[in-house]
């Protein structure tokens, strides 16, 4: 066997091995983690491949984001730290972390299933997750429950987030909603809600019960958990 039939040999053993040539061979269940990533990175360093830096991406991680997920809670800026990721590579990968969240929250639907508290804080568990602050969302129901608009009514920081009731309501009427659900997360991972949470929660019945609006729920979105004021029978004393 010739020296050159050997080396090709060798170059397409190599070659098969590689990410993208075992996708088209197997497919992507075949790729580990770091392999999927390294299809999107693409190319690599002068001193590191593809998959390895789809590794040292994936072991960016804090707290409760680890591997794949490490990609929610870095910034470009932190990408970009990354020997062989430049500002291009960096924003694909946070738009693939993005399309992640959409396609989850897509996935878990909410449409028709406003009267379900489980359902609804499975919507918001793969829209809050990820985030290391507080968010206050207004849900804007009609007659029959229905999702009118979803409403982002503060952003906070990592403890707590500013909610007024006139904001609420303002939202509620503009919208013409007869029914509200309000939706906030504890990005520390306990849902139980605080004291501030049981007084904003009552001020916002009481005074949705004179407009004839009613707050349906409150649910608390904790890691992996969640707080439903009217599963609790919070709502109606």
């Known amino acids: 066997m010739k020296q050159s039939d050997i080396s090709f040999k060798e170059h397409r053993t190599y070659e098969d091995q590689l990410p993208y040539e075992r996708f088209l061979k197997s497919g992507p269940e075949s790729l580990t983690d770091a392999e ?32 794949l997920n490490s990609l929610f809670c870095v910034s470009v800026e932190e990408l ?15 738009c693939i972390a993005e399309l992640a969240k959409r396609m989850s929250c897509q996935k878990a639907d909410i449409g028709l299933l406003c009267n379900d508290p489980s359902m609804v804080a ?3 568990m793969e829209k809050l997750r990820h985030e290391e602050s507080e968010r206050v969302f207004l ?35 503009r919208t013409g909603a007869s029914n509200l659900i309000l939706v906030h997360n504890h990005p520390g991972g306990d ?13 916002i019945r009481e005074s949705g019960a004179m407009l ?3 707050l349906r729920d409150h649910i608390i979105i904790g890691d992996r958990s969640y707080y439903s004021f009217e599963e609790k029978g919070l709502l109606w004393q």
């Open 212 to 214: 004839d609006i009613i």
């Open 36 to 67: 999927l990533l390294a299809i999107i990175i693409r190319t690599g360093s002068s001193s590191a491949s593809p998959v390895d830096i789809a590794k040292k991406v994936m072991a960016m991680g804090r707290g409760k984001e680890k591997g």
């Open 122 to 124: 499975n919507y918001f």
């Open 191 to 203: 849902p139980s809600p605080s004291r501030s949470d049981v007084l904003i929660t009552n001020k």
């Open 139 to 173: 849900l804007c129901l009609n007659n029959r429950l229905k999702l009118v608009q979803e409403v982002l009514l503060s952003m906070g920081t990592v403890n707590s987030a500013s909610l007024s009731p006139r904001d609420v309501f303002i939202h509620a009427l």
């Open 80 to 94: 970009m730290k990354v020997h062989g990721i430049g500002e291009v590579k960096a924003v694909k990968l946070k």
